[in-house]
């Protein structure tokens, strides 16, 4: 038997020939259609049988391509019969059931051809034809399919690998924070525990040693309060679990009762605390009062703790988005700034001065005391009350400026905020 | 004219703990004590043979040797490295987590570690004449 180079390059046209009707009937499959042409004519490149078959072949497929579906059956029912077979190719590629899907498409050309050709031998050469043409686009499918399925098993390790280093990372972090915590917590233990068992012990050498042992374990036993405190409110916010209120909060009397706090402190050292917004009015906030406040004391009582010489400033300001597409500014937020003319943070500290128990110097930290949640908790409360928080270098050249910011309550008629004359706050003891 | 008391070199960076060290150490056991940050003060007394054990805390945050911050582990093996005779040392610390005490004294050759809070001076002063009588 000889072997023929069957599928010429008439072949060729007349199978982009058949890709209108594809279109028409396939618009989804169309283009993968064209795209799979030479691989069809590699197929029918090699083809055994006679000469005679070729030339029916050709005459068949030139039928086929002339008119499938407008000889046999009506427009409307071809149509219809192409519209369910595409449906079940489709139900059963969602489904994943390739085979059945191939099954179903066979069937359904065999039916369509046995009807189309009812002649013996030329329905044979042409179901021959058109069933390997289908079982390569099928196969491509499949293996389409299968590249797909394979590429989506590998992104979902890779999304499960992920997730379980950062599950893995989560648990590191937690160990170390506790591992944090229980070291914190022993340090002023030590002092409360030691200096009691001292004093019930009878090794103090005067009534003044007692009361001064006392007073060291007065002042752990506060730190210790404070830092108790610090962690709920770290262990809160990271589950999730603090509830702030959303009040219209006015600044001012936010300011009025922070800066006292810290205005003892301050005096002591002799810092100039002045408030730059004295006598000004200061819009209302929407924020959680007590939070607020809580941020505000952090930042002022760590710019007190880290200046030893100047002045510890806060100061308001009104930040105004660009303007409206009548141009009208809009001031959408307020920006509070605390600044010290201190031993500010090395540039590349900046960054992690906000992370749990970062500690820009420790050893000057161990003698002004604080674990490094200030800054952490106040960075998640203003985030939480929908602000931002930042540092950046003292406008002095000395020390560091500490901001945050707050949603305006609602649109508010506000004056300008004028620079006010400077006022130093007096410590009222 | 009574012995001259023992001498005990205390290494601690925070100053109540240290302070807390001094005064049960020397009221509830009669030693002298040493408290410094300094690692040249160390190496000068413990070189001039006048410490006769060593108390030291795991994290330091002042303490310097060759430029950089070293901790109670490399602090000990510097220690032991240029001490003439062997010095018994203590290492004391809050780090309490779980595998802490083994891997502290493997890493540091130091003789024994105790766990803070460290707060009964009878304790502490049995623990520290212990170390003075095996050595």
């Known amino acids: 038997m000889k072997r023929y180079l069957a599928f010429t390059e008439e072949d060729e046209l007349l199978l982009r020939s058949l890709g209108p009707r594809l279109e028409k009937y396939f618009p989804e499959m169309a283009?993968?259609?064209?795209?799979?042409?030479?691989?069809h004519a590699n197929a029918f490149r090699v083809f055994t049988g006679g000469e005679e078959q070729i030339v029916r072949l050709k005459q068949t497929l030139q039928r086929w391509a002339g008119g499938l579906f407008t000889g046999v059956y009506d427009q409307a029912y071809a149509e219809e019969r192409f519209q369910i077979g595409y449906r079940h190719?489709?139900?059963?590629?969602?489904?994943?059931?390739?085979?059945?899907?191939?099954?179903?498409?066979?069937?359904?050309?065999?039916?369509?051809?046995l009807q189309e050709f009812p002649q013996g031998e030329q329905q044979h050469v042409v179901a021959l034809?058109?069933?390997?043409?289908?079982?390569?686009d099928l196969n491509l499918m499949c293996e389409s399919y299968m590249h797909a399925t394979v590429q989506n098993l590998r992104s979902l390790n890779e999304q499960m690998e992920r997730a379980n280093r950062d599950l893995a990372?989560?648990?590191?972090?937690?160990?170390?924070?506790?591992?944090?915590?229980?070291?914190?917590?022993?340090?002023?233990?030590?002092?409360?525990?030691?200096?009691?068992?001292l004093i019930l012990d009878g090794l103090c050498s005067s009534p003044e040693e007692e009361r001064q042992l006392l007073h060291d374990v007065f002042a752990s036993a506060q730190h210790l309060l404070g830092l108790v405190n610090d962690i709920l409110d770290i262990g809160r916010i990271e589950a999730g679990k603090l509830a702030l209120q959303s009040e219209t909060v006015s600044l001012r009397a936010v300011l009025d009762s922070t800066l006292p706090l810290v205005a003892i402190t301050a005096?002591?050292?002799?810092?100039?605390?002045?408030?730059a917004t004295a006598g000004v009015a200061l819009p209302m906030v929407r924020a959680d009062e007590v939070r607020l406040r809580q941020v505000l004391l952090n930042l002022l009582s760590n710019a007190v703790k880290f200046t030893n010489y100047g002045s510890v400033t806060v100061r308001a300001l009104l930040n105004t988005?660009?303007?409206?597409?009548?141009?009208?500014?809009?001031?959408?937020?307020?920006?509070?700034?605390v600044e010290d003319t201190g031993i500010g943070v090395p540039p590349e500290k900046r960054n992690s001065i906000f992370e749990k128990f970062f500690q820009v110097d420790p050893s000057n930290s161990r003698r002004v005391g604080g674990a490094g949640l200030g800054l952490a908790i106040s960075r998640r409360l203003v985030e939480l009350m929908g602000g931002k928080i930042g540092l950046e270098e003292g406008k002095s050249g000395r020390g560091i400026l500490v901001w945050f910011t707050a949603p305006l309550a609602s649109q508010q008629s506000i004056d300008t905020l004028q620079p006010p004359a400077p006022k130093a706050v007096r410590a009222t003891k | 004219m009574p012995a001259k008391p023992l001498s005990i070199l205390i290494v601690e960076d925070h100053p109540l703990i240290a302070?807390?060290?001094?005064?049960?150490?020397?009221?509830?056991?009669g030693f002298a004590c040493i408290v410094t940050e300094k690692v040249d003060e160390m190496l000068a007394e413990i070189e001039a043979g006048r410490v006769d054990l060593a108390i030291l805390d795991v994290s330091l945050s002042a303490t310097e040797w060759e430029g950089r911050n070293i901790d109670g582990v490399e602090l000990a093996r510097l220690l032991r490295e240029r001490s003439p005779g062997k010095i018994p040392i203590l290492l004391a610390t809050a780090?309490?987590?779980?595998?802490?005490?083994?891997?502290?004294?493997?890493?540091?050759?130091?003789?024994?570690?105790?766990?803070?809070?460290?707060?009964?001076?009878?304790?502490?002063?049995?623990?520290?004449?212990?170390?003075?009588r095996r050595n």
């Open chain 1, 31 to 39: 283009e993968r259609f064209y795209s799979q042409i030479p691989f």
């Open chain 1, 267 to 275: 005096a002591e050292k002799s810092l100039s605390l002045i408030d």
């Open chain 2, 95 to 132: 780090h309490a987590m779980a595998g802490d005490r083994e891997r502290l004294l493997a890493a540091s050759g130091a003789d024994d570690y105790l766990e803070k809070p460290i707060y009964d001076a009878k304790q502490l002063i049995e623990k520290v004449l212990q170390l003075l």
């Open chain 1, 129 to 136: 034809a058109m069933g390997k043409i289908l079982d390569l």
């Open chain 1, 169 to 197: 990372e989560a648990s590191q972090s937690k160990d170390e924070f506790l591992a944090h915590v229980s070291h914190e917590l022993r340090t002023p233990l030590n002092s409360i525990l030691g200096f009691t068992k």
């Open chain 1, 89 to 113: 190719v489709r139900i059963g590629l969602e489904q994943k059931y390739m085979i059945s899907a191939m099954g179903v498409v066979r069937a359904f050309f065999n039916e369509c051809l």
């Open chain 1, 321 to 337: 988005n660009p303007g409206d597409e009548f141009g009208v500014e809009q001031p959408t937020l307020v920006r509070v700034e």
């Open chain 2, 19 to 29: 302070k807390f060290y001094r005064l049960a150490l020397e009221r509830a056991g």
